[in-house]
């Protein structure tokens, strides 16, 4: 893998927290949804239960800080809908090629 920039990585540590914010956001708004639809609520509690544990385990909730990780973390964001990419404008030329070249 090729070496991550300080300002890429920069720029990750600080946009990180507000991606996964966003992400959580609206996983919340779909646990919403499903608690109000039809249905026995001990179903909904064990979808809701199944749901929250799949999701726990998503870059976009819970992101494993290293620089290292940063290129394979944006990729699991991009692939979780986590973010966009669109979300990559400002990091490096270098950077977003090699993002979209494997995100396709």
Known sequence: M???KENDWRLFRERLPGW???Y???L???YIELLSGD????????????EI???RQKTGVCARMSRS???TNILSLLNEGAITPDDLHGFSDDLTERIRFVFR
């Open 28 to 30: 919340i708004h779909s």
């Open 2 to 4: 090729c070496e991550v």
């Open 53 to 55: 544990r799949s999701d």
């Open 20 to 22: 996964q914010e966003a």
């Open 39 to 50: 249905g026995k609520a001990s179903d909904k509690f064990r979808e809701l239960e199944k």
């Open 69 to 71: 990780m940063m290129v």
């Open 24 to 26: 959580m956001e609206r």
